[in-house]
């Protein structure tokens, strides 16, 4: 909501405020253009590549693998 207009930045937040679900490409195609969505997976990245190097003095373990695992599903996932 920061880099979208001040158009965009209403819409969305009645429609929070409200639940209207009613103009939800409206507001998708408004997070997209802002850049939100890239930023925010930037910022994903950062925090798995930080939480991934916190763990690589571990020793190797069915765990660590899991947890290594937890970080990239993070960042990938579709949903």
Avoid: W
């Avoid at 880099?3 to 195609?29: K, M, P």
């Avoid at 890239?38 to 590549?49: P, S, V």
């Amino acid at each position: 909501m920061h880099n979208g207009s001040t158009e965009q930045r209403a819409l969305v937040r009645s429609c929070i405020e409200q639940g209207d679900e009613q103009h939800f490409d409206v507001i998708l195609a408004a997070i997209s253009s802002s850049g939100a969505l890239d930023y925010t997976r930037g910022e994903a990245e950062k925090a798995a590549t930080r939480a991934s190097q916190a763990i690589a003095g571990l020793p190797d373990s069915q765990y660590k693998t899991s947890l290594l695992d937890l970080c990239t599903f993070a960042v990938d996932r579709n949903h």
